[in-house]
């Protein structure tokens, strides 16, 4: 794996194209946004997703306030996946073969040994068609993918 390939900046990512997107809905007053997943609280997942909370709260300058909820305390993938479409959470960690059940060409991503390296999902990740992708699984969802 890349040497600048690691879950912080993933997060950090994360972090900054979800505050970007929050604060371009123009809203104005303090948003208090859930964010679920699945990873048990000792887990870099869980550690990185709390440090992009306290990242947005102060690059936002306190408009965005993101309560994490780990280990499943909302429920399953499969329950905080459909929460995401409700609307009782805002914001997520979860695999592409979730995304795959509303849209089979995320699926990609899930396939064993697709991608060499970390640098190679990277090069993925910035590339016309995964943009294309996710633009696509906006328009069936309504759900923006950050990372």
């Not at 990242?55 to 995401?84: H, M, Y």
């Not at 990609?108 to 016309?128: Q, T």
């Not at 696509?136 to 759900?143: D, H, K, L, M, V």
């Amino acid at each position: 794996m890349s040497k600048r390939f690691t879950l912080k900046t993933l997060a950090a990512v994360g972090a900054v194209a979800m505050g970007t997107l929050l604060a371009s809905t123009g809203v104005m007053a303090q948003q208090k946004l859930k964010w679920a997943h699945v990873y048990e609280t000792s887990e870099p997942f869980h550690t990185e997703s709390v440090w992009a909370a306290e990242e947005i709260k102060k690059r936002s300058n306190g408009k965005f306030d993101i309560q994490v909820f780990p280990a499943s305390t909302l429920g399953k993938e499969t329950d905080i996946n459909q929460g995401l479409t409700l609307g009782t959470v805002d914001m997520i960690i979860s695999g592409p073969s979730f995304a795959a059940r509303t849209y089979p060409r995320f699926g990609i991503a899930y396939y064993p040994f697709i991608f060499r390296d970390g640098d190679h999902l990277l090069a993925y990740s910035k590339s016309p068609v995964f943009q294309e992708m996710i633009g696509e699984f906006r328009a069936r969802t309504g759900i923006q993918v950050t990372a």
